[in-house]
């Protein structure tokens, strides 16, 4: 099954935030929740598996652009339990996600993926995506958690 994301989904996704190499608190991800539940074209949704067990996430973000008429949509997170992985888990959230972003008005989906991460790409090729060019980034406040307050 396939829902909305919600606080109560917090330790779960710490873990699963964890095996994606980002870890955090659970408080930090109750907080990002809200977040993205405020933000009206964002979206974070869990896969559940049959024993009520959040096994998935994926997160994905509207916006205008410039380049492009139409609605510009982001996956911005994926991951599956370690244990769970193999079970077409990820294809569903994908699907849901493409999805998602149609339904909204978007005619592309990209996504960002760690140049470490060579079975991610696959992941991803295996559905479709391509390869279509390389991300940059830059921290902004290199010694500081987030910005200045």
């Given at each position: 099954?396939?829902?909305?994301?919600?606080?109560?989904?917090?330790?779960?996704?710490?873990?699963?935030?964890?095996?994606?190499?980002y870890p955090s608190s659970v408080s930090e991800i109750a907080a990002r929740l809200e977040a993205l539940r405020a933000f009206p074209s964002a979206v974070a949704v869990v896969a559940v598996n049959g024993f009520g067990?959040?096994?998935?996430?994926?997160?994905?973000?509207?916006?205008?652009?410039?380049?492009?008429?139409?609605?510009?949509?982001?996956?911005?997170?994926?991951?599956?339990?370690?244990?769970?992985?193999?079970?077409?888990?990820?294809?569903?959230?994908?699907?849901?996600?493409?999805?998602?972003?149609?339904?909204?008005?978007?005619?592309?989906?990209?996504?960002?993926?760690?140049?470490?991460?060579?079975?991610?790409?696959?992941?991803?090729?295996?559905?479709?995506?391509?390869?279509?060019?390389?991300?940059?980034?830059?921290?902004?406040?290199?010694?500081?958690?987030?910005?200045?307050?």
């Amino acid at each position: 099954m396939i829902r909305r994301a919600e606080a109560s989904d917090a330790q779960a996704l710490s873990e699963l935030l964890t095996q994606l190499g980002y870890p955090s608190s659970v408080s930090e991800i109750a907080a990002r929740l809200e977040a993205l539940r405020a933000f009206p074209s964002a979206v974070a949704v869990v896969a559940v598996n049959g024993f009520g067990e959040v096994v998935g996430l994926v997160t994905g973000h509207l916006f205008p652009s410039i380049h492009d008429n139409q609605l510009v949509a982001w996956l911005t997170t994926l991951v599956v339990l370690e244990d769970a992985r193999g079970a077409g888990i990820g294809s569903s959230l994908v699907t849901h996600i493409e999805q998602w972003a149609m339904r909204n008005g978007a005619r592309r989906l990209a996504l960002t993926s760690g140049a470490h991460r060579e079975e991610a790409h696959a992941f991803y090729e295996r559905r479709d995506y391509e390869r279509t060019g390389l991300r940059f980034a830059k921290h902004l406040y290199p010694n500081v958690k987030g910005p200045p307050v």
